[in-house]
């Protein structure tokens, strides 16, 4: 069972930038894709952001070019870097883990981009 805690999220205004951090434990981290989510009000969850455990990423078209995902595996930890932030950008962030097939999530931090 992986043990994820988010952390990093707060209130930033548009342009700003942020970053997340989640920090696992309880497992073999390398061995784990690490992805990002996020859910706005009234909206379903989406992927934002994954890291494999081969060192392949992936980005949804609305954040490509401003977000970047990077993960540590000495600190069992994975980054998400939130530049040029909107306020569209405004959603609880969720941390999750993946191996074959089964995932496991971190409670969510709160991003809200408002002036």
């Known amino acids: 069972q992986v043990q994820l805690v988010e952390s990093g999220g707060g209130l930033v205004q548009p342009g700003g930038s942020l970053r997340l951090s989640c920090a696992a434990s309880?497992?073999?981290?390398?061995?784990?894709?690490m992805a990002w989510y996020r859910q706005a009000p009234g909206k379903q969850r989406e992927r934002v952001a994954v890291f494999t455990s081969n060192d392949n990423t992936n980005y949804a078209d609305s954040v490509k070019g401003r977000f970047t995902i990077s993960r540590d595996n000495a600190k069992n930890t994975v980054y998400l870097q939130m530049n040029s932030l909107k306020p569209e950008d405004t959603a609880v962030y969720y941390c999750s883990a993946w191996r074959g097939g089964l995932g496991s999530w971190g409670q969510g931090t709160q991003v809200t981009v408002s002036s």
């Open positions: 309880g497992v073999t981290f390398s061995l784990y894709t």
